[in-house]
């Protein structure tokens, strides 16, 4: 990891890492290189793995690709894509939504996570972004129930637990944007997917699931949709494989006094090596929950703040630029969504199948 005068890597694949690599290696690197990490490979395997869920809202971070999914999923699928902020970097987090079962309420936020230095508070960097949309589901009684759903994307290294105070300034940050635009638009549910870069019970992930700040008798009960599911044997339970680390990273949070569970989460086995390989088409795992809304679903925070704020005032720290939304521009139709005649159908859900 040496790096030059003008801050490049010194060593690279080109010079065999410093000869580090015999030609022999070099070849296998690029054998490897050519069918598991080539985007023109490895592209459609991920978008089939997306698909095969059938989810209703998908959320994909560490997303590169945004146009590719967007015209490939465009005839059943709306979708918006907030870009990363750091200058050098393309990716960014996105979300789709089935067309025919859900409408854009107003234009999706992005939210450009701050982060501070110790010792330092007046400088800052920003490197990471949440973007969240607004929608109605039809396919619930009457004018429909309201959902916020959220796409996250944390500070990298998750077995730093020294970063995990970086990453609970990003999700105080996100906790208050997404609490004000859950007000705003008088949502009655809320979901929260992506890559939190958080193990299990590290300070990050107890902070979103108990550091909102709601008012008495407006409390979101946010649940981890795999809370009885990551706590297992790190050899059947990651989200993330490589050669240095096995763990789970990617999470399901939803407004528990609101929506519930329906069936047990979706949840692959941990691979026995490294990620992309021939099976996993990506860094990451895809999870997936199906959740209902509860008969008692209520707007969240009606109580939080009043009815005409705006969460979108200057300086509230939402930013609302770099959103890209997909316009409607197909007729044609969806299949038809799963659930009995006699209740409305359940929501599925698959985040952070990564990049």
């Known amino acids: 990891y040496e790096k030059d005068d003008d801050g490049k890597f010194r060593y690279t694949f080109a010079d065999g890492y410093g000869e580090l690599l015999s030609e022999d290696q070099r070849r296998q690197v690029e054998a490897e290189d050519s069918i598991n990490f080539e985007w023109s490979s490895r592209g459609p395997r991920v978008l089939e793995k997306v698909r095969s869920f059938e989810a209703d809202i998908i959320s994909l971070v560490e997303m590169d690709h945004f146009p590719f999914f967007r015209d490939a999923m465009a005839p059943e699928f709306e979708a918006a894509f907030a ?49 969240a949309v607004a929608l109605r589901d039809r396919a619930q009684p009457g004018e429909g129930k309201r959902l916020v759903a959220a796409a996250v994307h944390l500070m990298r290294n998750p077995e730093d637990v020294g970063k995990d105070a970086m990453r609970m300034l990003e999700v105080s940050q996100m906790m208050r944007a997404l609490s004000c635009f859950v007000a705003e638009v008088g949502a009655e549910g809320l979901i929260v997917m992506g890559d939190f870069n958080a193990v299990p019970q590290s300070w990050t992930h107890l902070f979103a699931l108990h550091g909102w700040q709601d008012c008495i008798g407006s409390e979101k009960g946010i649940q981890d949709a795999f809370d009885e ?15 240095a680390r096995s763990l ?58 009043p009815a005409d704020a705006s969460c979108s005032a200057p300086g509230s720290g939402v930013a609302v630029n770099d959103v890209e939304v997909r316009p409607e521009t197909s007729d044609a139709v969806s299949p038809p969504l799963s659930g009995s005649c006699d209740s409305p159908p359940p929501l599925s859900f698959v985040p952070a199948v990564g990049k």
């Open 83 to 131: 870009k990363r902020p750091r200058k050098k970097s393309l990716d960014g987090s996105s979300l789709f939504w089935r067309r025919d079962r859900f409408e854009l309420l107003r234009p999706p936020i992005n939210v450009t996570f701050e982060d501070w230095e110790p010792r330092r508070g007046e400088v800052h960097h920003e490197d990471r972004a949440m973007l």
């Open 229 to 243: 599911v990551e706590w297992g044997p790190r050899n059947e339970s990651c989200t993330t494989r490589t050669g």
């Open 248 to 305: 789970w990273v990617d999470y399901i949070f939803f407004s528990a006094r609101t929506m519930a569970l329906s069936g047990r989460p979706e949840v692959e086995r941990c691979p026995p090596g490294p990620i992309p390989d021939a099976t996993h088409p990506s860094d990451h795992l895809p999870v997936a929950a199906t959740l209902r809304f509860l008969p008692s679903a209520q707007p969240l925070d009606a109580r939080a703040r």
